[in-house]
């Protein structure tokens, strides 16, 4: 038994080399893929209901690595806020994006996702103010997607920030509403424009009534509070239907489009998606 013991310990002792050496591998290869510009952004439409158009595009980090291929942001993004590459990474997504939607026409919004690491660093309302100046883009075009981590840690320095952004006229969202732990009560600290429905609860509600009566709150919620409801992740038609039946006012998600690279927004928008 001791033997055996002896044996398990090193496989893990060995299986642990091999998830740090791993971990380190993918550290150097994400220190080096901005000056590489392997970063590129992908956009997925915003569909509100009641015009039924296209209000704007989320645009969503995407690492094309030379020796990896395509890195899904969920890889790398916890990495890039841990070795302090999120600030750098953030700020080439806030210019790229404002560069890219101003090129689109004047009715359309970007929404950008901003991670609490981000927050720290002092240079977030610089980098809004230059890239909106830089690109020209109108400060009502841009939308800032926070989840209530951000919040979480300092909530006086976050909402003061978040003021003086939303002074300015950029329009601020809470992303994966629902999923934290304080979502409700963040709603009282700060006026959001926007609150997106996590995905889970929109593709729970298909078999789940009590995920369906949570989007249906969540809903009439947004409205007596007169922000904008998106519901996320909407599939199915389904979904699509009952998303709308219970009173959101937006919807993302496969059922409009996945997100897609900046060259094919064009000939996306001219095929008029769900008219
Ligand atoms: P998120 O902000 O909640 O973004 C929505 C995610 O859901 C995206 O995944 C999107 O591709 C995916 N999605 C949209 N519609 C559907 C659908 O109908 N079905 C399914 N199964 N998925 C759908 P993605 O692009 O992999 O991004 C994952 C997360 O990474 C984002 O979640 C966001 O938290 C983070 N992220 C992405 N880009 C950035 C960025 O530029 N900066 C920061 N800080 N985080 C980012
Ligand atoms: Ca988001
Ligand atoms: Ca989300
Ligand atoms: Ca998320």
């Keep these: 038994a001791k ?20 971990r380190r591998r993918l550290e150097i290869d994400l220190r080096r893929a ?8 992908f956009y997925q439409p915003q569909f509100n209901l009641a015009s039924r158009k296209v209000t704007g595009f989320e645009a969503l980090l995407r690492w094309r690595s030379e ?13 890039a806020e841990e070795i302090g590459l999120i600030s750098p990474i953030g700020e080439w ?12 026409a004047d009715n359309l919004s970007v929404a950008v996702n901003v991670s609490a690491v981000q927050f720290r660093s002092r240079t977030l309302l610089s980098t809004i103010v230059s890239a909106l100046a830089e690109s020209g883009l109108a400060p009502n075009r841009l939308e800032l ?12 320095a976050a909402t003061s920030l978040l003021n003086s952004v939303r002074e300015m006229g950029v329009r601020v969202s809470m992303d994966d509403f629902g999923t934290g732990y304080s979502s409700l009560s963040y709603l009282r600290s700060f006026p959001f424009d926007k609150i997106k429905i996590d995905q889970s609860f929109v593709r729970a509600g298909d078999q789940d009534p009590g995920a369906a009566a949570i989007v249906r709150a969540i809903a009439a919620l947004g409205q007596s509070l007169g922000m904008t409801v ?11 239907a009952n998303v709308l039946a219970v009173g959101c006012t937006d919807v993302q998600g496969y059922a409009i489009s996945r997100p897609m690279p900046a060259d ?12």
């Design 93 to 104: 997504v806030i210019r790229t994006a404002c560069r890219e939607a101003a090129g689109w």
């Design 230 to 240: 998106t519901a996320e992740g909407v599939e199915t038609d389904d979904q699509f």
């Design 3 to 22: 033997q055996g013991g002896r044996s398990t310990f090193r496989f893990f002792e060995s299986a642990m080399d091999e998830q740090m050496q791993a």
């Design 34 to 41: 901005l000056a590489l510009r392997e970063f590129t952004l």
């Design 145 to 156: 997607e926070i989840t209530e981590s951000v919040l979480l840690e300092d909530l006086g």
């Design 67 to 79: 020796s990896r291929g395509m890195v899904p942001p969920a890889e790398f993004i916890p990495l």
């Design 264 to 275: 094919q927004i064009a000939a996306f928008l001219t095929s008029s998606p769900r008219d």
